[in-house]
């Protein structure tokens, strides 16, 4: 079966793509992976060796500008009649796209030629693109049990979970290690909240036992060491985690925003978390809610993440051990995205 995979914009949407590209391609199907210039080089890294590759000219329309706007609606329009030809004489037999406005050309041009095309939304709450591409899609596929701001009730909607990458997969269900470790995932300019209250509600806290690993920007290492060192806390404060995996099942509690690939990479391997979603970004808020209804943690508004109900939430946490075990139980979520997906495209 000739099956072609689009996706592109950003990690989020490429990792999911790959797994399960690699996954059919272990089922000797004949997989091709659309991308935009933005992820060419990770796709080239990460795809399948027998994994054909192609590209389109596409890029988000969340620009500000209204010239930029269109001009990214330009870009896609071309791409959509290129891939509209292509199929014409190179026709797959199904299409899957992984969201973002990339994998949109793709997504018309097999509607053009009725091409079964399947849909997979990361997020709990719909993003723009794939509620502009659901039209021309029969079957939706989604992350989360519940997605929010689906309107086309013709759409089969058909709960899969994300693919993660093969080392959270080995890490699934690894108990905690009771060492009273806190891992913070920052480490981009819409994270400056956690470098603001996290440090300052652990100097605050009752026991300084705790040891914290935290991701930062670049400019912001060495002042946050300092911070660590000068309040006497166990800190590795770096700009880059090398084996997330390994990070999450060394800690008890994890405190960042809430992108799906982070919220079910936690429910992969289960660990407890306390979630900041990032203001502008419904999708997070829809995220972060979703496990918080779990049980597994918490979703707090950036408004009132203050170094107050911080410190106050995490002196009762690891005053209560248990509890926190409890909350890696119900947080943990088995993941079989990708065999899931690759079923529902070959059946």
Request: glycine share 8%.
């Amino acid at each position: 079966m000739k099956i072609w995979i689009a996706t592109g914009g950003t990690g989020g949407h490429v990792f999911p793509a790959l797994s399960v590209a690699e996954e059919l391609v272990k089922r000797r199907h004949n997989v091709t992976i659309s991308c935009d210039s933005r992820v060419r080089q990770m796709v080239l890294r990460d795809s399948p060796k027998k994994a054909h590759i192609a590209y389109v000219w596409a890029s988000g329309v969340g620009a500000k500008s209204r010239l930029k706007q269109v001009y990214a609606l330009f870009k896609i329009a071309v791409s959509a009649a290129v891939l509209t030809l292509r199929f014409m004489f190179l026709r797959p037999d199904r299409v899957v796209a992984f969201g973002g406005y990339a994998s949109v050309p793709a997504v018309f041009a097999a509607h053009v030629w009725h091409v079964p095309t399947f849909l997979h939304e990361q997020n709990a709450a719909i993003g723009r693109a794939n509620k502009f591409a659901m039209r021309w899609v029969k079957t939706l596929m989604t992350s989360f049990p519940s997605v929010s701001g689906i309107t086309n009730s013709s759409t089969r909607v058909v709960y899969t979970g994300l693919p993660v990458r093969s080392d959270f997969m080995e890490a699934a269900g690894a108990t905690l290690t009771g060492n009273m470790k806190i891992l913070v995932t920052g480490g981009s300019l819409g994270a400056q909240i956690l470098d603001d209250v996290v440090p300052a509600s652990i100097a605050a806290m009752k026991n300084k036992k705790i040891f914290v690993t935290h991701q930062t920007r670049p400019e912001n290492v060495a002042k946050l060491q300092k911070f660590y060192a000068d309040n006497k806390i166990h800190a590795n404060v770096l700009s880059f985690i090398h084996g997330m995996s390994d990070a999450i099942v060394g800690a008890d509690l994890v405190i960042g925003r809430s992108g799906a690939s982070t919220v079910v990479e936690l429910q992969t391997i289960g660990r407890p978390a306390i979630f900041v979603p990032l203001g502008i970004n419904p999708d997070q808020a829809a995220n972060a809610a979703s496990f918080a209804k779990s049980g597994g943690g918490f979703a707090i508004e950036q408004s009132k993440f203050t170094p107050r109900w911080l410190t106050s939430t995490l002196n009762d946490l690891f005053d209560n051990p248990s509890r926190l075990v409890k909350m890696s139980q119900k947080a943990l979520v088995k993941n079989n995205a990708v065999n899931l997906i690759a079923d529902e495209v070959t059946k």
